[in-house]
């Protein structure tokens, strides 16, 4: 079995994963790194969760969330890079080009909800659905060009909400319009800080990690250039694996 093949078999089994003999389905979910470089320092955007959530409460994260299966109908102005959506799409009965949009989209939507900010351009936009009416009365069509795909990870079995969440990267050039508050209380404290600070603050594991891989992708490739390899993380018999995507 070839590297690739090898990864697709253990994703699967790490899908599978059960707890006390249920099987649980992790939800497949997006988070956004909008990174700003300036004076050769790149910094990234990070917010703190509500203590009072369930999920991760008082943890500095990315904004995202759940991806919506309906994020896929919406407009766009411009889709992913042809080798970015390959991988994001994946392989399998569940790859399609359309969960790759929603998996984007999401991203994308949760930042505007998390953090206030709009990507995409300025364009007469229309939607009926009530999660982008922000970037409808703004007059920003979304765009997904500017997204780079980072790692993967899925939520180990045990926890209290289990995701299969795509880590994703977008340059703060790519953000149309910024707002002086979020539409949302989803997070406090949202701060822009370098990579390097980001990793001392109170954040999951995962993230940490993540941060690491961030790390060193910039220093070898400091423009994200689309289609490089992307590190999947979950975990098999209570040990982190890390494969290459």
């Known amino acids: 079995m070839d590297d690739f093949n090898r990864a697709v078999a253990d994703e699967r089994a790490a899908r599978g994963a059960t707890l006390k003999g249920k099987a649980l389905r992790p939800r497949d979910a997006a988070t956004l790194i909008v990174l700003d470089r300036r004076a050769g320092e790149t910094s990234l955007l990070m917010g703190r969760r509500h203590r009072g959530h369930a999920f991760m409460p008082g943890r500095f994260v990315f904004p995202g969330g759940r991806t919506d299966p309906a994020d896929s109908r919406i407009r766009i102005s411009s889709g992913l890079h042809p080798a970015e959506e390959e991988r994001l799409a994946g392989r399998g009965p569940r790859s399609s080009a359309a969960r790759a949009r929603a998996i984007a989209l999401s991203a994308i939507r949760e930042t505007y909800e998390e953090a206030g900010l709009l990507i995409g351009r300025r364009a007469a936009f229309a939607s009926r659905s009530p999660h982008w009416q922000g970037f409808v009365a703004h007059g920003i069509e ?104």
């Open 142 to 245: 979304p765009a997904l060009g500017g997204l780079r795909y980072i790692a993967r990870a899925i939520t180990p079995p045990g926890a209290v909400r289990r995701f299969d969440t795509r880590f994703l990267a977008l340059w703060r050039s790519d953000v149309a319009l910024e707002l002086a508050e979020s539409p949302t209380a989803e997070l406090e404290e949202i701060v822009w800080l370098p990579v390097r600070d980001a990793m001392k603050l109170e954040i999951p594991p995962i993230t940490k990690r993540v941060l690491e891989e961030l790390e060193q992708r910039l220093t070898a490739d400091p423009d994200l250039s689309p289609g490089r390899p992307v590190p999947f993380y979950f975990m098999r018999a209570k040990q982190m694996v890390r494969l290459l995507l």
